[in-house]
């Protein structure tokens, strides 16, 4: 599978932060970041857009960071979607590989359609989002991660097919359209993140990925270099905050500032207590509040957390074999402490992970489990995109007057000229 151009764009729509990366591959293979835009994202619930103008305000605001730091314009995206509507199922397909009797992409292609095809129920209100091939077997060779090249007459495997509810779907696109841009691809956040901070080892040996964000906690399985299993829980690092502006009763904002300043998840790492003081309500007076209660109030959220994802790593039955643990990540895994708890509560070896393999002088901004989605979605681009993607940026010099309304197809077939080689042209004038 090819990728069309030697740049890509992710765009993170997640319930706290809209954040966008462009990122081009480096020669080492790396991410070499040319650009990222973060903004606050108020228009979605529990990674569910619940309202299309502040989204769409605040894809522009992180667009427009992002397109000032690259220099560069951008058009299509990798779009991140999640939510609990997403769901997947794992499919069956066998095709006939071609007459030269050995696997090419196109057969590739057609095993994924064959897999789609043999799903064997569908709700009418779902569609599908992505087909991601699990193993195949090429005549009686089992376990093959990557067929093409390969001598066989038949291929036969599994797919992991991810669906989710179709208004939803439509309603994360139009943000993105009426943001000005086109969706080249959309790909399910928990799969990018896990892309983003596995190591290859982790992934064969069997490890669970766990994404703590804002809204929802999100869960993939890896097991033999596949993915085997995901959900997507309906607790999250906000709900922490909820709990903390309850318990000492503060604004939102003010226990999002205590969480983050003094929150610990693991009540045993506390050895001094300590008191902090809190601001009132409205100009009441300021009251002392003990780090230790402000622990307890953390950790019995982290618990439940870590408590439903055991229940649903338990239920997927791959429990046993994640021999690598957890890789925890997103925003809610810096909460000290939390690696300690998960690794008591999943009975798991758990480490924390920023995401991997980014290059250039960016990196350092972009090195936080906070970015780990974004960063999958631009790994998920180099890895998957096909040639007939749209081309996901175009240089400020050349865009045409009204680029909202030309197709992304009319932009590469301009003058004649492939559209990447422009972009290099207009690269090397720099
Ligand atoms: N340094 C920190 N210490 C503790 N918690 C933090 C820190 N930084 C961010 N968080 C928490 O992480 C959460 C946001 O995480 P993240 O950015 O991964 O979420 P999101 O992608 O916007 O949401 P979602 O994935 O649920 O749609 C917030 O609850 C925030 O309080
Ligand atoms: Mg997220």
Not at 74 to 82: K, L
Not at 98 to 121: C, H, M, P
Not at 208 to 214: L, S
Not at 351 to 380: C, D, F, Q, W
Request: aromatic share 6%.
């Amino acid at each position: 599978m090819q990728k069309s151009s030697n740049i890509v764009v992710g765009l993170d729509i997640g319930t706290t932060k809209v954040c966008v990366v462009v990122a081009e591959k480096d020669e080492s293979g790396k991410l070499n970041i040319l650009g990222h835009g973060r903004a606050v994202s108020e228009g979605l619930q529990r990674a569910t857009v619940v309202n299309i103008n502040k989204t769409v305000d605040a894809i522009r605001s992180a667009v427009a960071d992002a397109e000032r730091e690259s220099s560069i314009r951008i058009r299509g995206v990798n779009v991140g979607i999640s939510g609990a509507h997403v769901h997947c199922i794992n499919s069956n397909s066998e095709i006939s590989v071609n007459q030269s009797g050995v696997v090419n992409s196109s057969d590739v292609n057609r095993f994924l359609e064959k897999a789609k095809t043999n799903i064997r129920y569908l709700d009418i209100d779902h569609e599908i989002i992505h087909v991601i091939p699990q193993e195949f077997i090429v005549d009686d060779q089992e376990g093959v991660l990557d067929p093409i090249g390969m001598a066989g007459t038949t291929m036969r495997g599994s797919a992991y097919i991810v669906v989710g509810m179709k208004t939803k779907i439509r309603n994360i696109k139009q943000c993105v359209e009426k943001a000005g841009l086109v969706v080249n691809t959309m790909t399910f956040e928990p799969v990018a993140s896990g892309l983003a901070v596995m190591k290859e080892s982790e992934r064969k040996s069997g490890v669970v990925i766990i994404d703590i964000g804002g809204g929802t906690t999100e869960v993939a399985i890896y097991i033999d270099g596949a993915i085997r299993f995901s959900e997507v829980v309906k607790v999250a690092a906000n709900d922490v905050t909820h709990d903390v502006a309850y318990g000492v009763k503060a604004l939102y904002e003010v226990a999002e500032e205590l969480k983050i300043k003094h929150g610990c998840a693991y009540i045993r790492d506390r050895s001094q207590d300590e008191e902090i003081l809190v601001q009132g309500i409205e100009g009441r007076p300021q009251k002392s509040f003990l780090k230790s209660s402000l622990t307890l109030i953390i950790e019995a959220r982290m618990m439940e957390i870590f408590e439903l994802i055991r229940d649903a790593v338990q239920r997927s039955g791959y429990y046993e074999y994640l021999n690598a643990g957890a890789v925890l990540t997103g925003g809610g895994s810096l909460i000290p402490g939390t690696e300690t708890l998960a690794a008591e509560v999943l009975g798991l070896d758990v480490r924390t992970g920023p995401p991997e393999g980014i290059s250039g002088g960016m990196k350092h901004s972009i090195n936080n489990p906070m970015y780990a989605t974004v960063m999958g979605l631009v790994a998920y681009s180099f890895e998957h995109s096909s040639s007939q993607d749209y081309d996901a940026v175009e240089p400020r010099e050349q865009q045409p007057p009204v680029a909202d309304e030309s197709s992304a197809d009319d932009v590469q077939n301009q003058s004649g000229t492939r559209f990447v080689d422009r972009l290099k042209d207009w690269w090397d004038r720099l």
